[in-house]
């Protein structure tokens, strides 16, 4: 039986990242990328550490293990991760009027998906954000057609396309 969380301990924060590496797109077959989706970003155990002090990241676990993952970001960690800086940079641009919290990355295993779980990690997030928290906002690779088709479904909007480091990026917002 799943149930969804707040990531509580450092064991924790090791499975998300077991299960990030097995979802990375350099680690995947094509095949996998094209039908199954992927993560882009590749956290270390102390960044991920100090973005959940912050705010903690939202999980799906089954028993004892991780099976999903929502990381949250908040926007006073624009500069640590390099990749995501355009990001920032994009939201920074559109002068959004609202409080939001970045999601860092979403991830469901293998084996738990076509389940609800993506569904319910945003809405488990949700539920943990701050009141003052309006909105959540992230960034999908363009090829990713699972997690565009994924994110589209629960009602994120996409607010612009952009370019950077080679590659397409929808930014999308959920209220």
């Known amino acids: 039986m799943v149930h969804y969380t707040k990531v509580s301990s450092d064991e924790e924060l090791h499975q998300i990242l ?8 350099k680690n995947l077959v094509p095949e996998e990328v094209i039908h199954q989706g992927f993560v882009t970003v590749e956290h270390d155990f102390d960044i991920l550490r100090l973005l959940n002090k912050k705010h903690p990241h939202t999980i799906a676990k089954d028993k004892n293990m991780v099976v999903g993952y929502a ?7 624009k500069d640590t991760i390099p990749i995501l800086k355009p990001m920032f940079a994009e939201i920074e641009k559109l002068k959004i009027p609202v409080n939001f919290m970045a999601m860092g990355q979403i991830c469901i295993a293998k084996s738990h998906r076509g389940q609800g ?10 539920h943990y954000l701050p009141e ?6 992230t960034e999908v690779d363009c090829t990713n057609k699972r997690s565009m088709q994924a994110h589209q479904t629960i009602g994120f909007k996409e607010l612009l396309r952009y370019s950077a480091d080679g590659k397409k990026w929808s930014l999308i917002m959920l209220k």
């Open 18 to 25: 077991a299960l990030q590496q097995l979802n990375l797109a």
């Open 71 to 77: 990381l949250s970001m908040h926007p006073t960690f």
């Open 117 to 126: 779980l993506f569904r319910g990690l945003y809405k488990a997030m949700k």
């Open 132 to 137: 003052t928290i309006e909105s959540i906002i």
